[in-house]
């Protein structure tokens, strides 16, 4: 969040990650992503202990994200900051 009020100077009162966490886990489920997938990428834990055994390979996990339709964005939307 640091990075987008400082570098791109978005304003305040905009939470960008939480709410690029919750477009993506709906966009996620909407393409069938699996669960655990959409959760890996996340950050979020499964909840259940067979949760952390193995791992999730690069490939595999690029090819589900490859599975998610493009999003248009109008970054006209979005509330800079002025700049000093």
Do not use: C
Not at 6 to 33: C, W, Y
Not at 38 to 49: A, K, P, R
Not at 73 to 79: A, E, P, R, T
């Amino acid at each position: 969040a640091l990075h987008f009020r400082e570098n791109l100077g978005v304003n305040d009162s905009v939470s960008p990650l939480h709410a690029f966490r919750h477009s993506f886990k709906t966009i996620a489920r909407q393409s069938g992503m699996p669960k655990d997938i959409h959760d890996v990428l996340t950050g979020h834990s499964s909840g259940d202990i067979s949760g952390s055994y193995g791992h999730y390979p690069l490939k595999l996990l690029s090819n589900e994200i490859n599975k998610i339709p493009t999003v248009p964005v109008d970054l006209s939307l979005i509330k800079w900051k002025k700049q000093n």
